[in-house]
């Protein structure tokens, strides 16, 4: 009797187990099935990130007496990431801004020596970060995920604005199976090089000869762009840029990666992580980097 009753309570549980799961996987199915309807439905999508980021540290002349370093050091960064796209039967209309500025201040303690005393030198606010890009790609389906394309992106800084200035303007395919990543690919990207400030005119800078102020050229073009929650309050952003110009150097491939980890602990504080990497031989024939980590406002668009 004992083993009637364990068998049926195996049974039983197993049976509640099957169907437990099963309502699981339905449910996911049913969420899937949901973010796939978001993904293709017509309409606006938009989305992003504003962040407000601040750092600071310091000690008294004491502490820098014994353990040296800098007294005080305060930065500020401000980063938008915001992109506004549209989907109607089979166009797609995919916007963006990007943008980035910061700087920081600090003062050292430098110690008294036999003939001059101790002081504390203060650093102005210097620029550490100013970087901005709006993107815009019009493109209509004629297969699966891909589609004929027009491009079309600036890139500068706000400081000195197109100086230098890239804007890039050309046909091109693109390759987008969700909301969370597409592909750019071009072999006729037209690419405008500007540097406007007056004090440049008369010098060869970023590719620009003296005395012009702008430089054309025309080459094959790839933009790779992924937009992920990699778990709940942490997404990550990545956009990948490669050029080469057919007429001037086009073994030398001018490249331009951005990441960015964005980390929400409620709805205005959060924390951001960047991590930037560049080479332009028109600019240092040397591999650029740039990075950085904050924690402040954090609003989530």
């Known amino acids: 009797m004992k083993k009637i009753i364990l068998l049926s309570t195996f049974f039983v549980l197993g049976y509640m187990s099957i169907n437990a799961q099963t309502g699981v996987d339905v449910a996911k199915a049913s969420l899937a099935a949901k973010h796939e309807a978001a993904d293709t439905a017509d309409g606006w999508h ?63 303690y430098v110690p008294a020596t036999p003939t001059t005393p101790a002081t504390t030198t203060k650093i102005p606010f210097l620029k550490n970060d100013d970087y901005l890009n709006l993107t815009s790609i019009l493109g209509k389906q004629f297969h699966k995920n891909w589609s004929y394309a027009a491009f079309f992106s600036l890139e500068s800084q706000f400081d000195h604005f197109l100086n230098p200035g890239y804007i890039k303007l050309g046909p091109s395919f693109l390759y987008k199976p969700n909301n969370h990543f597409n592909l750019i690919l071009s072999p006729l990207m037209g690419n405008m090089i500007t540097k406007i400030t007056p004090s440049y005119k008369n010098i060869s800078a970023f590719g620009v000869d003296s005395a012009k102020t702008v430089a054309f050229g025309l080459g094959a073009f790839a933009q790779a762009t992924a937009d992920y929650d990699l778990c709940k309050g942490i997404n990550y952003k990545s956009v990948a840029t490669v050029y080469s110009n057919y007429f001037q150097n086009p073994g030398n491939v001018v490249l331009d990666w951005s990441n960015l980890f964005t980390l929400t602990v409620n709805k205005y504080l959060g924390a951001t992580l960047s991590f930037n990497l560049r080479y332009n031989d028109l600019e240092v024939t040397h591999l650029q980097t740039q990075h950085g980590i904050g924690i402040g406002f954090n609003y989530k668009l």
Do not use: C, M, P
Not at 47 to 73: F, H, P, R
């Open 46 to 108: 938009k989305g992003g990130t504003i962040a407000v980021n601040l750092t600071e540290a310091g000690q008294n002349d004491y502490w820098s007496q014994v353990k040296g370093g800098n007294t005080n050091a305060f930065g500020i960064k401000g980063i938008v990431d915001y992109h506004f796209n549209k989907k109607q039967g089979k166009v797609n209309w995919l916007n963006s801004f990007r943008g980035r500025y910061g700087a920081s201040s600090s003062s050292a």
